[in-house]
């Protein structure tokens, strides 16, 4: 475990005790894109962060047959917060996972090893990929367009009332085209 990751660890089992956390969501998402989640006491996040938390993974599309149900939710420390809709004196808090099997390899059907893998992959190719969120109140969903497109990149936007995400892949210059 690296410095920082240990840093981001021990904030989050110190805003857990300081803010009185009663329960924190375990987070995550099926091969559909559906959220999902399961809830742990406060006593349980230090083993969480360390070990991981089991369960059924039978239960959730597309994850595992009955044979080989069980799998592992590893919370990722740095999507840590506190969920700002609850009661302050029984606040929650959320945190999102990656899933693995028993032994710890990446599962391959969670979409955050999928997006990875994808990533790594288009990067193999010679892709990089941008991503920025902007706040842009004066654009609803209908009024949304989308940016121009060159012929070397390719735009995907998605939009909600206001807030507007844009994912960007561009080929980097070749070694040869730089000259």
């Known amino acids: 475990m690296t410095s ?3 840093q981001q660890r021990d904030y989050v089992l110190r805003t857990v005790e300081e803010r009185g956390i009663r329960l924190v969501r375990l987070w995550f998402t099926d091969v559909l894109g559906n959220l999902k989640s399961f809830a742990i006491s406060p006593a ?3 083993n969480a962060l360390n070990d991981g938390m089991t369960f059924d993974g ?3 599309d597309g994850y595992s047959r009955i044979q080989e149900s069980d ?6 420390a740095n999507t840590f917060e506190v969920l700002p809709w609850v009661d302050p004196k029984g606040a929650e808090a959320r945190v999102f996972c990656d899933i693995a ?5 990446p599962f391959h059907g969670d979409p955050r090893q999928v997006l ?3 990533l790594r992959r288009a990067h193999d190719l010679g892709f990089d990929f941008y991503i920025a969120r902007t706040s842009n109140t004066s654009t609803s969903h209908r009024q949304a367009r ?7 990149t390719k735009v995907a936007s998605s939009t ?3 807030l507007t995400s844009q994912v960007r892949c561009a080929r980097r210059p070749s070694a040869r085209s730089r000259r």
């Open 4 to 6: 920082m990751q240990e």
């Open 44 to 46: 349980e996040m230090e």
């Open 58 to 60: 039978s239960s959730i």
């Open 71 to 76: 799998v592992l939710a590893l919370p990722d």
């Open 101 to 105: 099997k028993l032994d710890g390899t």
């Open 116 to 118: 990875r893998r994808n």
């Open 146 to 152: 989308r940016p121009r497109q060159s012929s070397s």
């Open 160 to 162: 909600s009332r206001a």
